[in-house]
Each structure stands twice: as structure tokens, then as C-alpha cells.
């Protein structure tokens, strides 16, 4: 295990221990290596390393956030569940023990009732899906009506546009792992309350942990300050990648805010030329 693999394990475990204040930390810039389900693609394509450019700072200064700013407000994240805090400390090997983990956070999901509105109001909660060994993670806001009808994450709408953005990219939906802050629907697709999103947030951590993706894609302002604990706009957190745990994240607008400002679309085209850059795919 690197030093930096263990740093990051350690501030974890404070985090889950409720220990709430430590110092933010700089890391040195990971060695970043093709994937290993993108591999095939990234043959021949340039290395990772060094970084592009970003475009607010320097790649390599990526962010390890603190422990105290993972939970926005003043929150309080519930007693975590024996079951999530078991899974929380194993670790996966194979794709099969990573889909065997998240079968069992899902079936935690599904009996959860932490958010008794939202659990009276959905149909079905929506968990997750995708390749339990992906590389890359895409992390969005809550299940609208029709990820609640179906049980699974961005089929509306707003998932067929993020369909047409993944294959511009060259990348298949099957090979990335997508879910949201929250795994059930907001009501007439309110904005999730922060104490909802702390009350979801071990399942959220327990998928990053079992996928352990290399890469998050966050989508709109809501995903990215509850996964960061940051205040700041989507507008102002994209174009750069910052650093959660083992995962370099790039934040970009969400695809309804797409369906409603057709002119943002230009930008996340940017960021994600920017995203496939990094991963050594060069998209014009
Ligand atoms: N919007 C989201 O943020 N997530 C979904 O799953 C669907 C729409």
C-alpha cells in the first residue's frame, strides 16, 4: 500500500469515526494509470501522466478534502448501519466480490426509511447501475419519475441526453457505474434537503468504496457540493479535477440543465474534452 493509499484510508476511518477536524492536505499528484476496463481503448493513446492543463489550476494540485466538509450544513449523519459499516471495512478483489458488495448495500437501500417523506413517496428505491469494476463513476442528483417508475438512475430524459453525451465521448453507459446523492425520488423532484443527502450518504460512500472508480464525473450543483461538502456553483467548481479519497472528480452542469439551457451544452463538451484528455483520449 502507498503512503498515499494509506493517508487516504486513515482520514476515512476518522471520518467514519465522527472525527470532524483535520486539516485539508495537498496531495503529490497520483501516478495515474490507464485503467483497466478502459485499457484496450487507451492503448496507444498517451499516458494519463503528465496532466493537461486545467483550466482554473494545476491538475496536479488536486484537493483531499477534510473529513469536516463531507457533510454540507449542519446535517447529522444517522448511526451507520451494521451491515454498511461491514462492508465499509472489507475489501473488494474481483468484479464478482465488488457485484456481490453492492447487491448487499443495495438490499440495505431498499429497507432504508431514514427519510420517512421519501420513503412514503417512492415506488422503488433506485441503487445504482453499471460495471461494479468501473473506472469511472458518474455521481448525479436524485431518481426523477421515471427512475423511480423503472429502479434505475437517468433512464428519463435527462439520462437519454447523458446517453448521447457518453457515446460522443466513445464510451459505452455498460462500462461506467452511475447513481446519485440519493436513492430515492424528491417529490415533484425538489432539491434533495441536506439532512436526506447525510442520511444517504454511507450507500453513496459504501458504491464508491466497492467500485473504487478511478474517475467521478459529478453532474450539476447539488451532486457536486453534497459529494465534495462544497459551497461553491457547479460553474465554479468545473474545469479542474479535484481529489476525493482515491478518485480524481471533474464537476459539469446536469443534463435537465441542459434540456433547459441549450447554450450550456457547448461547456460540457469542453469538460468532458477536457475529462477524455486526462484519460488519454484526445476528442478535438
Ligand atoms: N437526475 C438525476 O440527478 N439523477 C437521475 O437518476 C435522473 C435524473
Known amino acids: 500500500m502507498t503512503d498515499n493509499r494509506a493517508l487516504r484510508q486513515f482520514l476515512r476511518l476518522m471520518s467514519a469515526s465522527g472525527i ?5 492536505v495537498t496531495l ?22 503528465p496532466q493537461p492543463p486545467a483550466r482554473n489550476k ?10 469536516d466538509r463531507l457533510v454540507p450544513n449542519s446535517a447529522q449523519r444517522p448511526e451507520i448501519l451494521e451491515s454498511t459499516r461491514s462492508l465499509l471495512e472489507q475489501t473488494f478483489h474481483t468484479a464478482e466480490q465488488q457485484a456481490d458488495g453492492l447487491s448487499k448495500l443495495a438490499e440495505a437501500v431498499s429497507a432504508c426509511k431514514r427519510c420517512a417523506e421519501l420513503a412514503d413517496t417512492r415506488r422503488q428505491t433506485v441503487f445504482g447501475v453499471g460495471n ?22 437517468f433512464v428519463g430524459a435527462a439520462g437519454k441526453l447523458m446517453d448521447k453525451i457518453i457515446a460522443a465521448c466513445g464510451l459505452k453507459r455498460e462500462e461506467i457505474y452511475i447513481c446519485n446523492i440519493l436513492r430515492c425520488r424528491p417529490p415533484g423532484n425538489r432539491n434533495p434537503h441536506p ?5 444517504c450518504r454511507e450507500f453513496l460512500d459504501g458504491q464508491i468504496k466497492i467500485v473504487a472508480p478511478k474517475y467521478i464525473v459529478v453532474w450539476g450543483t447539488v451532486a457536486a457540493q453534497n459529494l465534495l461538502g462544497e459551497s461553491r456553483p457547479v460553474g465554479r467548481l468545473r474545469g479542474q479535477f479535484l481529489q476525493h479519497g482515491d478518485a480524481k472528480v471533474m464537476c459539469t452542469y446536469h443534463p435537465s440543465y441542459l434540456l433547459r439551457n441549450e447554450s450550456a451544452k457547448k461547456l460540457v463538451w469542453e469538460d468532458m474534452k477536457f475529462f477524455m484528455k486526462e484519460l488519454g483520449i484526445d476528442l478535438g
Open 20 to 24: 470532524s477536524h483535520l486539516p485539508t
Open 28 to 49: 503529490p499528484k497520483l501516478a495515474a494509470a490507464p485503467g483497466k476496463l478502459l485499457a484496450a481503448r487507451l492503448k496507444g493513446a498517451a499516458p494519463s501522466t
Open 58 to 67: 494545476s491538475a496536479s494540485q488536486t484537493q483531499l478534502l477534510s473529513p
Open 132 to 153: 461494479p469494476d468501473a473506472e469511472i463513476m458518474f455521481i448525479g442528483e436524485a431518481p426523477g419519475a421515471d427512475e423511480d417508475r423503472q429502479g434505475e438512475p
Open 195 to 199: 439532512q436526506e443527502a447525510a442520511n
